[in-house]
């Protein structure tokens, strides 16, 4: 038997070793459970610290590396505005050009008239002249001032007819620079638009464009297509840019002159059913609207990642588009990188969170039947309470029964009992003639 003394009233009492063991199990469980507590506290603040250093350390790379490709995208992007500055001052001066030979053609044609009305005028004063100093030969001469008329409407008619010739040529000028600005270096005699934007692409191919697919789009089950589709590939095979091309000039529309932007919505359903990233309008219509007629022109704000442009910028844009998209996929891939790495940190969260929830699930079971114990113990220290106080009523019985069995005597009990006195006393008279004898 062990003797323990209640931290309470100060009562010892005494319990038997196995009510003594589970008791110092007890205690030992309450220290335990403490320690896993705060080795789980120290667990998760460790492993908060390590989450977030390692998720400022990916940031801090990530913001490195955002930052140098930025300056990389501003600087592409410097170049292209100053090769667009370039090419428009290109322009610039062909224009200038050509408006310099048609104002030459203009003071020609203007020194031109001037001579036709000098001359003109020499004619007349030389028959005046004439006529003032032969009146008398008045008769005479009108025969040869007949001649000299119908001579003279011929040299009009003929002075007439090469200025008329060259006004037509002028206008012919006219016309061949405005096509030649429109058109620039572009030839579209005896091929049509498509053929044209094909034998570029053809002729660049091999070169430049090895891993590409540029085909025509065959493909109406949707009930309508684009004119060409271009997807580029890098070195893995995958994708990384797609076009779809919809060629239009003056022969493919009816009497009623169409616009650009008449076509552009149907162009962006053809680009979203083939599942292409750009959107590209080659057209010659408009050809007097110099928004169109200035370079590549972004109709982002009608539908996005679309342009229409002239047959010039036809090769131009492929190579923009493209090297953009090679310069973003490094980025691409970055990107793929940081998220599997993001993957992975979310993966070892989601084992924690799953340690932590079955720690949590055996912790609870283990704390349920800890109460559970707890309580059983109370109950058979409640139990041994009672058994002690039914143990001390009963000692406190017996003294009382022993002290009054002690204080039994035969003559308390013949007290008020003569017959019982009256045997007593007959034993005791024969016990002592007993003795005698």
Known sequence: MQEIKCPKCGEVFQVDESGYAAIVKQVRDKEFLKEIESRESQFLAEKESAVQLAKLELEREFSEKLNNKETEIAKLKSEIETEQITKK??????????????TELKNKLDSFNKD???????????????????????????GEKDLTEKEFQLKEQSIKEKYETEIRFKDDEISRLKDYKLKLSTKMVGESLEQHCETEFNRLRATGFQKAY??????????????????DYDTNGGEFISIMFEMKNETDTTSSKKKNTDFLKELDKDRREKACEYAVLVSLLEPEN?????????????????????????IP??????????NSLEYRNE????????????????????????FSKNFRLASEKFHKAIEEIDKTIDHLQKT???????????????????????????KNNPTMQAKFDALKLTTTKNKKS
């Open 214 to 231: 540029f085909e025509k789009d065959n493909d109406a089950k949707s009930g309508s297509k684009g004119d060409f589709i271009y997807r």
């Open 89 to 102: 001052s290109a322009v610039r001066e062909t224009a200038a050009e050509k408006d310099k030979e048609i």
């Open 116 to 142: 036709k009305e000098l001359e003109i005028t020499k004619l007349v004063t030389k028959m005046n002249s004439e006529l003032s100093e032969k009146d008398n030969l008045i008769t005479k001469l009108n």
């Open 290 to 314: 110099e928004l169109y007629n200035t370079g590549i022109v972004d109709m982002s704000h009608h539908f996005e990642k679309m342009y229409v442009i002239r047959p010039q910028f036809f």
């Open 388 to 414: 002690k106080e039914a143990l001390l009523s009963s000692e406190n019985n017996l003294r009382l029964a022993n002290n009054k069995a002690e204080d039994l005597s035969i003559k308390r009990l013949t």
């Open 317 to 326: 844009i492929i190579t923009l588009l493209r090297n953009a998209a090679l």
């Open 335 to 358: 990107l793929a990188m940081i998220k599997a790495q993001n993957i992975d940190i979310s993966n070892f969260e989601a084992e924690m969170n799953d340690f932590k929830d079955k």
